[in-house]
């Protein structure tokens, strides 16, 4: 939807329906996944932006972990979530100093095993903390510009 005469009149009265800014993001927008972890208190402890470089059917197939101004943002903006434990993957469109936060899903994205690669080591901070009762100290000495190159392999078992 471009314009405000796309929209039909069961879409603006469907409550279940949310609407937010389009944004056209191409060749304009870099886009980013952060893999932010969160103490039980709500604390943010370790924050990882992973740059998407190529995409390939909505999963990364390249990214690099980047410490730059949207990492710098979101340690100053976000540093406190009410209700937010463990692994939160959040997606941002970032143009200068323009950011858009466009998703936020409570889990361990798919593109995870870069920001573990790089020293986020958000299952062992989960153990410590839930199964031993450690306090997890802020962690930022994570891997910068560190490349993950994803692809996909064929496996052929013979079976008798």
């Known amino acids: ?17 949310i ?11 870099t886009e980013f996944t952060v893999d932010l972890y969160y103490d039980r208190s709500g604390r943010l402890k370790c924050a990882v932006p992973r740059e998407r470089l190529e995409v390939r059917t909505g999963e990364v197939s390249k990214g690099a972990t980047r410490r730059n101004g949207l990492y710098t943002l979101l340690i100053d903006k976000m ?22 936060g466009i998703e936020i899903n409570p889990r361990f994205g ?23 009762g450690e306090k997890i100290p802020f962690f930022d000495e994570w891997e910068n510009n560190l490349i993950m190159l994803r692809y996909d392999a064929k496996v052929l078992v013979h079976e008798k």
């Open 110 to 132: 798919g593109g995870f095993p870069l920001t573990y690669a790089a020293g986020g080591n958000y299952p062992g901070w989960l153990i410590r903390e839930y199964l031993y």
């Open 19 to 29: 609407f937010c800014q389009y944004i056209d993001i191409t060749n304009e927008f």
């Open 79 to 100: 540093s406190h979530l009410e209700g937010a434990r463990g692994c939160i993957t959040a997606q941002f469109f970032c143009k200068g100093s323009t950011v858009y």
């Open 1 to 17: 939807i471009h314009t405000a005469e796309d929209l039909s009149y069961d879409m603006l009265k469907d409550p279940k329906i």
